[in-house]
């Protein structure tokens, strides 16, 4: 049986004035070698505000505020003998403070791009919320 991965997870879509956003290379499997953006598990106790803003902080180095929430999306599936099956929230947030730096070993790359020249090929359902996001 492969090793799970699941429960409540966020995601931020990062933005600057200039119109990027920032997005992370992992190097954790489900995830490795795919960008996508920034975000994690929701710990126990935890709001999905207080998560995103923590995960955030531990992966970029980067202090935000939420600005909206973007929507609520459902991951599943098998990738390199790992079962996920996360139960994620999307977030707009934006800096305040902070200097992006990367969270060794789990982040590889951190990289700011504008909106038309975002990866195609990004982690989960990324390329959803970010479609979401420029909706609203």
């Known amino acids: 049986m492969p090793y799970k991965h699941e429960g409540r997870s966020v995601a931020a879509i990062i933005t600057y004035p200039n119109g990027t956003i920032l997005l992370e290379r992992r190097e954790t499997v489900p995830f490795k070698g795919l960008w996508g953006l920034p975000g994690g598990k929701v710990d126990s106790g935890e709001t999905l505000e207080e998560a995103v803003i923590r995960e955030v902080m531990e992966e970029t180095g980067l ?65 959803e919320m970010l479609c979401d996001f420029i909706k609203k």
């Open 63 to 127: 202090i935000v505020k939420v600005m909206s929430k973007i929507g609520s999306y459902i991951e599943a599936g098998l990738e390199d003998s790992i079962k996920y099956n996360y139960y994620a929230t999307c977030f707009h947030v934006a800096p305040i403070a902070g200097k992006i730096k990367a969270q060794k070993g789990e982040i590889s790359e951190l990289k700011l791009f504008s909106l038309e020249d975002v990866p195609n090929k990004l982690a989960f359902r990324h390329k």
